[in-house]
């Protein structure tokens, strides 16, 4: 049996639908500059193609999650959990799962731009109308959402950089998603909705006012419901604000919250090297 390092922390970091760790940013540099351990695995159906999403459900995620947490509770002292976008839904419901906190007090959790909501100023007014689709066998998988502008950016060069990058083919994220994979995601904000209320660990909630896919009414829902959340508010970012002009802002106050030096955000290093 595994007996875990005194002292040592890890920090399963959990991507968006779509995405990759490049989702995270610059977060898993600084938390390796801080002296943590970082874990950004890959969720099922992701960096191959859009394709491979068809046929992949949130359980599957959880599943894998599940497995990769319990395995860093044999590893480490600490183990954080922060998810960004659908990995913070899916942190919340996987904390829920695990019984995050609970046990080890000292875990924490952390909520990045979560989509309780879908309701920001970018997504269309027949939004709901895919609920219906939902119940017409077989559509939802003909069916495409494309990643488009402005790509959750604000900083208009890290937008062109980013239109260029789904443009080539790039792996870091996919340019589109099936439909069945939001269905796939509002079953997580369901999950997450009924979990929120059993969360005890401290939580740190992180919300730009001007997220494009999900209003600060979602950052409001978490902080009237998790008894032990704190929620910051950043003012220069849409909703990838991992990567967006908040990034260090973000990172800093992860570190802060993880009891690292957030100084480590903005240290230069091997670790932090692009």
Not at 127 to 141: D, K, T
Request: hydrophobic share 45%; with cysteine; aromatic share 6%.
């Amino acid at each position: 049996m595994t007996t875990p390092v005194p002292g040592s922390t890890a920090v399963l970091l959990i991507h968006g639908l779509g995405g990759t760790s490049y989702d995270l940013g610059v977060l898993q540099k600084a938390l390796r500059n801080a002296g943590a351990v970082a874990h950004a695995p890959t969720l099922p159906g992701h960096g191959t193609r859009p394709e491979d999403l068809l046929t992949t459900h949130a359980e599957a995620w959880l599943d894998a999650l599940t497995q990769t947490y319990n395995q860093l509770l044999t590893e480490h002292e600490i183990v954080h959990i922060a998810g960004m976008c659908m990995g913070a839904l899916l942190a919340l419901v996987l904390a829920h799962r695990v019984r995050h906190g609970v046990d080890r007090p000292q875990d924490r959790l952390a909520l990045l731009a979560t989509p309780i909501h879908i309701d920001g100023w970018s997504t269309p007014w027949y939004r709901e109308l895919r609920h219906a689709v939902y119940r017409i066998p077989g559509m939802a998988a003909r069916m495409r959402v494309e990643e488009d502008e402005p790509f959750g950016i604000k900083n208009p060069l890290l937008r062109r950089i980013i239109k260029a990058k789904l443009a080539r083919g790039d792996s870091f994220h996919y340019p589109w998603v099936p439909l069945t994979c939001i269905r796939e995601v509002d079953r997580l904000r369901v999950k997450a909705h009924a979990a929120m209320h059993a969360i005890t660990c401290e939580t740190l909630v992180i919300h730009a006012r001007e997220d494009e896919l999900t209003s600060l009414r979602s950052a409001e829902t978490l902080q009237a419901a998790l008894p032990r959340a704190r929620t910051v508010v950043l003012e220069n970012s849409y909703h990838m604000i991992c990567v967006d002009n908040d990034r260090d802002q973000v990172a800093a106050e992860l570190l802060g919250f993880f009891g690292f030096d957030p100084a480590a955000a903005r240290r230069k290093g091997p670790a932090a090297a692009d």
